[in-house]
């Protein structure tokens, strides 16, 4: 059973909208959540992560996430996107069972038009 | 980036025949990992190893083996190469595996003919 699920699989949005990807992990134990980014022909880069703390994580190019420990959920927000945020988001999820072992949920590709 | 690179980069190969994927890396990291990359599932894990000649089963572990003789080499080997392992292959690093981010290298194409 798939324990890190992604919502949506495919998103198109313009440039200067919003953007929010969903992320719900089904594990009722402590875990270090995070969200890669996959941009066209390139190896996975890490946007942003979370292990303990401001449930409210910032990352780079101005993407951020919230966690919320109550919905299982670690969602991926940008205010404004750009053409260059096209690419391919993962959620990705440790468990304290399994520290370590990276388990990825499917993938959102992400298209944004000009 | 991290230092990290894998090779082949691309590779076509026929159904049966053996396979070997390298992974080295220049931040004398201690746990490395493999990864495949498909569409629909994400990256699924299927070997990790936590130190020289140490390592363990991941998800999709079936039809692989891997080998590591020294800290900066991790290779994937597929005995028998079959069409279900087409796919493209990510190897990953870390220093702590309980608190530190993996690092990925650049990937390796596979096609299974």
């Known amino acids: 059973a798939q324990s890190v699920s992604q919502h949506n699989h495919h998103v198109i949005l313009s440039e200067a909208a919003s953007l929010e990807l969903g992320c719900n992990y089904s594990?009722?134990?402590?875990?270090?959540l995070f969200w890669y980014v996959q941009y066209p022909g390139q190896h996975l880069q890490l946007l942003l992560k979370y292990f303990s703390g401001d449930p409210l994580v910032k990352g780079i190019k101005g993407f951020e996430a919230e966690f919320i420990k109550s919905k299982f959920s670690f969602n991926l927000r940008k205010p404004s996107v750009q053409w260059s945020d096209t690419a391919e988001y993962f959620c990705?999820?440790?468990?304290?069972?399994?520290?370590?072992?990276?388990?990825f949920g499917a993938g959102t590709q992400v298209v944004v038009t000009p | 980036d991290a230092g990290i690179t894998q090779s082949p980069r691309h590779k076509v190969t026929e159904t049966g025949t053996p396979v070997t994927l390298r992974c080295h890396q220049t931040e004398n990291h201690r746990y490395m990992y493999w990864y495949r990359q498909d569409p629909g599932h994400g990256l699924r894990l299927i070997h990790y190893?936590?130190?020289?000649?140490?390592?363990d089963k991941g998800e999709v572990s079936d039809g692989y083996s891997v080998s590591r003789s020294k800290t900066e080499d991790f290779l994937l080997t597929l005995e028998s190469a079959t069409s279900s392992q087409t796919s493209v292959y990510f190897c990953a690093i870390t220093s702590n595996w309980r608190q530190e981010t993996q690092y990925f290298g650049p990937g390796t194409r596979l096609l299974v003919l």
């Open positions: 594990y009722g134990g402590t875990v270090n």
């Open positions: 990705a999820v440790t468990r304290t069972d399994s520290w370590g072992k990276l388990q």
């Open positions: 190893s936590y130190g020289v000649k140490d390592t």
